[in-house]
């Protein structure tokens, strides 16, 4: 199931506790992370632990990537705010980062459809290039 349906199925379905609206009502990492920084309550709503695991992003892990001082609905359009649209697009890599995909394609990976910038650099916990440019290791 892709992203925007799984967010769609666990919005259809959800029973929202007391409160909870004020909290989702922009679209702040901190305000995302109410719902999106639990993964038992995300469990709870969607149909498999995997796509919790998908749409599971705290604050800290955002804060302390490449990404820091994003929105999530930067990334994640149809997001902002709550209640989320119907669907909602996450936006490729080279969306941002031009000129991503012709090396990856180019690349021992390139015939390799399953293989997305997010393979090595992680999703929400992209590591900072440090100032000398040296690229850090996959996974931090």
Do not use: I, K, N
């Not at 604050?59 to 909602?88: F, I, K, L, W």
């Not at 929400?124 to 996959?138: I, L, N, Q, S, Y």
Request: hydrophobic share 40%; with cysteine; proline share 6%.
């Amino acid at each position: 199931m892709r992203a925007g349906g799984v967010v769609a199925a666990l919005l259809a379905g959800l029973a929202w506790p007391a409160g909870l609206h004020a909290q989702v009502a922009s679209s702040t990492p901190a305000s995302c992370e109410a719902c999106h920084g639990e993964l038992e309550f995300l469990r709870q709503h969607t149909p498999t632990l995997a796509d919790a695991r998908r749409l599971l992003a705290t604050e800290a892990e955002v804060q302390a990537s490449a990404h820091t001082g994003m929105e999530c609905a930067e990334c994640h359009e149809g997001a902002a705010g709550y209640p989320h649209r119907e669907t909602v697009e996450t936006q490729s890599c080279a969306s941002c980062h031009e000129g991503v995909e012709e090396p990856l394609a180019a690349s021992a990976h390139g015939a390799d459809s399953t293989v997305v910038c997010a393979s090595c650099h992680g999703v929400h916990d992209v590591p900072v290039v440090p100032e000398d440019g040296t690229v850090p290791e996959a996974g931090g």
